[in-house]
Every structure is written in structure tokens, then in C-alpha cells.
């Protein structure tokens, strides 16, 4: 049962443009967010994360926002750049209980130049 | 500084057979946990280890079993290996318990194949 899922498999953009990947989750218990980077040969990279007692992260040209109504999660990316390409994956985790990371499928953006 | 180390990078091994990999977490880093993520999936939690005592256990059968030493290193191992055990193991270290949502610092990984 995957709980937390990327639909969007690839996204292409043009460099300087904004990149906007998606993520859903399905465990209302689900208290905090991240987005790590990952590229080939290397592990995962922390990126940015959310609290759900916010809506909105911003670091640099990278921002989350949480919609926990629709428990929906997006990172957007602004303005993309060739050396964003890599593979994002959304992860999710209820800090009051197991604490361990529930991951998407990942999303491959690739920045054209 | 060095980073989460994790050891070998590159393995193939053969059905039925047994293998232990490695992890060395960040100085000062006493959570480890190991992950394994499959070819065009995301990770999924297998084992977290703080203070040498285990605190978490993914849907994982009992082939899989870990351990932590005093160092804060760690060895996953696998036994009776089977053809879908095939995948990248990724070790993540942080800093305590608590923190490792939000300081989760993650190795290399291990490419494991079983023919």
C-alpha cells in the first residue's frame, strides 16, 4: 500500500522557468514532509521539509507547500536550473509514532538548457 | 568531515546465499537506519537502529536483520538470498532518535545483485 505517491513519473522544463513537482499522501497521521534530491550513484539528499502545522517553506529557490485538506504536497523550484536535474523523491513521516520515512516513487526532472 | 559510508558499493551475489552489508554514520551520529529501494521505487524503511537497540522495523521478512555496535556502525544482513532482493540498500544517519526526520544524511548505497 503505497502512502505517499509521485504520479508524475518525468517532468521536463526549460531552464529559468519554474519546476513544480507533486506528491500525495494517504496517512492523515502524517505530521512532516520532506523532499530529497537524488542523483545517479549517490543517495539521497536532503532538500527542504514542512511541518504540518505550516503551509508554506521557502529556501532559496525552492519552496513547499502543504495543502493538508487535499494531502497534497508540491515543491517548486524557481528558476530551475540544468544542474536541478536529478530524481525527487516526496517523503512523509508521523513523528509521534514509527520514525521511519515513508518515500515516493520519485519524479525525474529534467532542466533543459 | 566525512560523510555516511556505507560498504561494499557494488555486489552480485547468488540465490540462497547470505550478505552483510556495512555502514559507517556520520562522527557523532548514533541513529542508523537501512533502507532498500528497488529499480524505479522510492525507498522503503527496513530497520532503524539508536543506541545499538533497534526502534523500528518495516514490513521486512526475518532474512533481513541488522545490528548496531558500539561505534554507532552497521551491518544489515540478508540470508537465503532471493532474485528479488536485487536493489540499492541506502544507510541514513542522523544525530538522535528524534531528528531523524529532519537530519537524515544517507550513504551512497550498496547496489546488491542476486542471480
Known amino acids: 500500500d503505497q502512502q505517499v505517491k509521485q504520479n508524475s513519473p518525468s517532468l521536463s522544463v526549460q531552464e529559468g522557468r519554474i519546476s513544480i513537482l507533486n506528491c500525495d499522501y494517504t496517512?492523515?497521521?502524517?505530521?512532516?514532509f520532506l523532499w530529497y534530491k537524488k542523483y545517479p550513484a549517490e543517495g539521497p539528499t536532503f532538500l527542504i521539509s514542512?511541518?504540518?502545522?505550516?503551509d508554506k517553506n521557502e529556501d532559496g529557490r525552492f519552496t513547499v507547500f502543504l495543502n493538508k485538506s487535499a494531502k497534497h504536497l508540491s515543491l517548486h523550484i524557481v528558476p530551475s536550473q540544468p544542474g536541478d536535474s536529478a530524481v525527487y523523491f516526496c517523503?512523509?513521516?508521523?513523528?509521534?509514532?514509527?520514525?521511519?520515512?515513508?518515500f515516493g516513487t520519485g519524479t525525474r526532472l529534467t532542466v533543459i538548457p | 568531515d566525512a560523510g555516511v559510508t556505507q560498504s561494499p558499493t557494488h555486489l552480485i551475489k547468488t540465490r540462497g546465499q547470505h550478505v552483510t552489508l556495512r555502514c559507517s554514520p556520520i562522527?557523532?551520529?548514533?541513529?542508523v537506519s537501512w533502507y532498500q529501494q528497488v529499480l524505479g521505487q522510492g525507498p522503503q524503511f527496513i530497520f532503524q537502529?539508536?543506541?545499538?537497540?533497534?526502534?523500528g522495523r518495516g514490513n521486512f521478512p526475518d532474512r533481513f536483520s541488522a545490528r548496531q555496535f558500539p561505534n554507532y556502525s552497521s551491518e544489515l544482513n540478508v540470508n537465503a538470498l532471493l532474485l528479488g532482493d536485487s536493489a540499492l540498500y541506502l544507510c541514513?544517519?542522523?544525530?538522535?532518535?528524534?531528528?531523524?526526520?529532519?537530519?537524515?544524511?544517507f550513504g551512497q548505497g550498496t547496489r546488491l545483485t542476486v542471480v
Open positions: 541514513a544517519s542522523s544525530l538522535n532518535n528524534r531528528a531523524m526526520n529532519t537530519e537524515a544524511f
Open positions: 496517512n492523515s497521521m502524517f505530521d512532516y
Open positions: 514542512i511541518s504540518s502545522i505550516k
Open positions: 517523503a512523509a513521516s508521523d513523528r509521534t509514532g514509527a520514525n521511519n520515512l515513508f
Open positions: 562522527s557523532g551520529h548514533k541513529s
Open positions: 537502529y539508536y543506541e545499538k537497540e533497534e526502534r
